[in-house]
Structure formats: structure tokens, C-alpha cells
């Protein structure tokens, strides 16, 4: 997983930690902060999505697939979103990066290159929170592929 930005607040640090930690159980998994790009306040939203994609399109490999956590992404419930995740382990992609964006969303490159995006709601919540919250499906999701009984708490 890649995020703009550092955690902030403990709590949601700890509970992201708990999930890697048991996600670990069941895939090779990673999640590596890109630091917050500083810009003066002239530059616009656009410029630093374009910054930002910079950023993340440069710790991408050529094989990677590219999913973004977007608002306009395909909205899924927990037991849809392991069958997504299963798909994509079945197509033999050596990695793949789900991206959590910056405020702005993402730059128009960045878009280009993802294969898909996922919605995590329709409701807004902040970037912090949702990484927790992305943690927490990510993890549902490999446990309801390995029958494991969390899926059902």
C-alpha cells in the first residue's frame, strides 16, 4: 500500500499496525509513506496532484498493478471485495499497490495508470481514517478467502 502522507493520530496508528501485523498471516504486505509534498501556497490543487503522482508513480515497477482508493470506484461489500481481491490473485500479478491519495485526489497520470479503483464508501471520511478502515477490509477480505471465522465478528 502506498499513502501520502504520515498517520497522525495514535489510535488509528495502532489499529493500522494490528492489521499489518495479521495480514502478514496471509500475504507479503507492506505499506510505505510518501512524505507530505510542500509546495508554496500559490501552487494550486493541481499542481501538487501532479507532484504527488510524480511521487507515486515513481515507486511503482513496470509489473505492478495499480488500484487506487477513489470516491468514483467500484463500491463493494466484504464479501464481493475477497472475491475482487481473489481475481486479482488468480491473474498471477506479481503486486499489487492500492493507493490512498493525497487531498486533492489523484493526477490525471495516475489515473492512467491504475487498473482499477475501489470505493470504500459513499460517505466521506478523512485520509487518515480511511486507511484504518481500508486495513480493516483488506484483512476481512483474506480471512473470508481462508475461511478464517474474523469475517463474521
Known amino acids: 500500500m502506498l499513502q501520502i502522507g504520515k498517520t497522525q493520530h495514535e489510535y488509528l496508528s495502532d489499529g493500522i499496525g494490528q492489521f499489518e501485523k495479521r495480514l502478514r498471516n496471509y500475504v507479503t504486505f507492506t505499506n510505505e509513506v510518501i512524505p507530505v509534498v510542500k509546495m508554496p501556497l500559490s501552487a494550486g490543487a493541481d499542481q501538487l496532484k501532479l507532484k504527488e503522482g510524480e511521487l507515486i508513480l515513481s515507486r511503482l515497477r513496470a509489473d505492478d498493478k495499480l488500484i487506487l482508493l477513489d470516491e468514483r470506484g467500484k463500491s463493494f461489500n466484504s464479501l464481493q471485495f475477497s472475491e475482487f481481491l481473489q481475481q486479482q490473485m488468480n491473474q498471477g500479478i506479481k503486486q499489487i499497490v492500492f493507493v490512498i491519495g493525497g487531498a486533492y485526489g489523484?493526477?490525471?497520470?495516475?489515473?492512467?495508470?491504475?487498473?482499477?479503483?475501489?470505493?470504500?464508501?459513499?460517505?466521506?471520511?478523512?485520509?487518515?481514517?480511511?486507511?484504518?478502515?481500508f486495513m480493516e477490509q483488506l484483512y476481512r477480505g483474506m480471512t473470508i478467502l481462508n475461511n478464517h471465522p474474523y469475517h463474521n465478528e
Open 106 to 133: 489523484f493526477s490525471p497520470a495516475v489515473y492512467e495508470k491504475a487498473s482499477d479503483k475501489v470505493s470504500l464508501s459513499a460517505m466521506t471520511f478523512s485520509h487518515q481514517l480511511i486507511r484504518l478502515i
